[in-house]
């Protein structure tokens, strides 16, 4: 079982800055797909970045040019820096782990709030 823990939501002013961060509790973390979820009030939950074992990365259209996926093999950690955020971009943000091999495993980290408002 692997355990993710997110940290570094808050309530932040449009056009500012976050940084989220996801703790893996796993020695094979460097094998994973990681990715960023989030979901809105009222809002199925959408893919907002993830970034593959081997460092490829893919953005929601809403998210390009904003904020940078990012991970840190030795440390367990995926980061999020999420620039320029606007009101839409509130949301519960989730940490995703995909394992491939052997088998597919999925998990899935209990989410961090991240509010966007003046």
């Known amino acids: 079982q692997v355990q993710l823990v997110e940290s570094g939501g808050g309530l932040v002013q449009p056009g500012g800055s976050l940084r989220l961060s996801c703790v893996a509790s796993?020695?094979?973390?460097?094998?994973?797909?990681m990715g960023w979820y989030r979901q809105a009030p009222g809002k199925q939950r959408e893919l907002v970045a993830n970034?593959?074992?081997?460092?490829?990365?893919n953005y929601a259209e809403s998210v390009k040019g904003r904020f940078t996926i990012s991970r840190d093999n030795a440390k367990n950690t995926v980061y999020l820096q999420m620039n320029s955020l606007e009101f839409e971009d509130t949301a519960v943000y989730y940490c995703?782990?995909?394992?491939?091999?052997?088998?597919?495993?999925?998990?899935w980290g209990k989410g961090t709030l991240v509010t966007v408002s003046s």
């Open positions: 995703n782990a995909l394992f491939r091999w052997p088998k597919r495993l999925d998990y």
């Open positions: 970034i593959t074992s081997g460092g490829s990365t």
């Open positions: 796993t020695t094979v973390f460097r094998f994973a797909d």
